[in-house]
């Protein structure tokens, strides 16, 4: 178990603390989604409380190395300053004179945002005096940016080499407790939904749940793979033609484990991807279904949502990892909006949302609010449920 802010005193000191402020911004500089924000308030409060200086740092956006107005963090300041009642002062810089003298003027329950540290590109390479520099300002580190913690960048890990007390958010904290912790010995059924573009992307997160899992749900273009690879005809669909055999490899070891493994019945299609294109759904794939060789799947059809949506019902815990189809498309969305409200609608299950798109679909459809978990990482997300170690989690200490 890593170290947490809860185990720490912060009264008087300073505390250099990770978040992830890569927030979306509009073409006028304005912040359009301020979940990442909100997210890191809770931890944020409890060092300003506690008496501590908190000295923020976070990357928006790929300046690739280089100061670009366009991608300063002065408005996830601003934003910050309306949301919690501490003052938030924001630096010009993350090292250097400008963030030093920043730092020697905060007092106490105060709060300052460094500028974005990849306008360095050390931060990426995670190089050692940079590392150094950015640790210069903290007498204790905190990292609550699980967005980023699977990356070994200087304000991710390199920082703790020159930090002698170096804990987890409460943010982290809680990615651990529902993607470690419940999943070792998971709520019975066990069901994991997985969906996106590409089997390849999720091949690791199958290979390492298929001994825990009790069923797979698989939809997305991931699906379409799955059905080329049985022989079915998918028309213009997406799907990794070279990834075949690695799909019926995936379906054979499911038949091997008794592992219940279930692709879309039947699937919606189109000709082209716009909002409220025309669209109509396969016959079931077991009965001779097909996609005309013009038109590409671009949902699950109406079986596959009745067959998950009960299989869902009945879980004790679910994990979701992926859209059903292209959601952001109207009428494109109708087994996305399904399958989040099946989830939501099992109020006896642990559900775990993945990150990512599954994240986006979940709030824009209403239903985040009642899952137990919203994953702040898409790719982060994805290695831990792979069993990987994480760099940002790693570099921590143990209590």
């Known amino acids: 178990m890593k170290l947490s802010i809860r185990d720490i005193d912060p009264a008087g000191k300073r505390v250099l603390m990770r978040v992830d402020f890569n927030v979306p911004l509009n073409d006028e500089g304005n912040i359009t989604d301020d979940t990442r924000i909100t997210a890191a308030i809770p931890s944020i409060e409890h060092l300003t409380n506690a008496g501590g200086k ?128 419940k999943l070792e010995e998971p709520k019975r059924p066990f069901v994991v939904i997985m969906g996106g573009a590409k089997v390849s992307d999720k091949i690791e997160v199958l290979n390492r749940l298929m001994d825990k899992a009790d069923a797979f749900i698989i939809g997305g273009a991931m699906a379409n793979t799955f059905r080329l690879a049985q022989g079915y005809e998918i028309g213009n669909s997406l799907a990794e033609k070279d990834k075949t055999e690695l799909a019926l490899k995936i379906l054979k070891t499911a038949e091997e484990n008794n592992t219940e493994f279930l692709l879309p019945a039947d699937t919606r299609y189109a000709a082209e991807f716009a909002d409220d294109a025309p669209t109509a759904v396969t016959a079931p794939w077991e009965d001779g279904g097909a996609i005309p060789a013009d038109q590409e799947g671009i949902d699950i059809g109406d079986k596959a949502i009745e067959e998950f949506a009960a299989k869902i019902a009945e879980a004790g815990t679910v994990v979701w990892n992926g859209p059903m189809g292209v959601f952001e498309k109207r009428g494109f969305d109708i087994g996305t909006k399904a399958v989040g409200e099946a989830i939501a609608n099992n109020t006896e299950a642990v559900t775990i949302v993945g990150g990512g798109d599954s994240v986006t679909a979940a709030n824009q459809f209403g239903f985040g609010e009642k899952m137990d978990h919203m994953s702040t990482g898409g790719g982060a997300s994805l290695e831990l449920l792979e069993g990987k170690e994480l760099p940002g989690i790693a570099a921590l200490d143990d209590k």
């Not at 007498?139 to 007390?165: K, P, Q």
């Open 54 to 181: 908190v000295i923020l740092m976070s990357h928006l956006g790929r300046p690739k190395g280089e100061k670009n107005p366009k991608y300063s963090l002065k408005p996830a300041a601003d934003r910050l300053g309306e949301l919690i009642s501490a003052p938030v002062k924001f630096a010009e810089d993350c090292v250097g004179e400008v963030a030093e003298a920043a730092v020697a003027d905060l007092k106490d329950g105060e709060v300052l945002l460094l500028e974005n540290v990849r306008f360095y590109a050390e931060e990426e390479k995670n190089e050692a005096e940079f590392s150094k520099k950015l640790a210069s300002l903290g007498d204790i580190y905190v990292n609550d940016a699980f967005g980023t913690a699977h990356r070994a960048h200087a304000s991710t890990a390199g920082v703790t080499e020159y930090i002698d007390t170096c804990a987890m958010g409460f943010l982290i904290e809680k990615e651990l407790e529902f993607l470690v912790t």
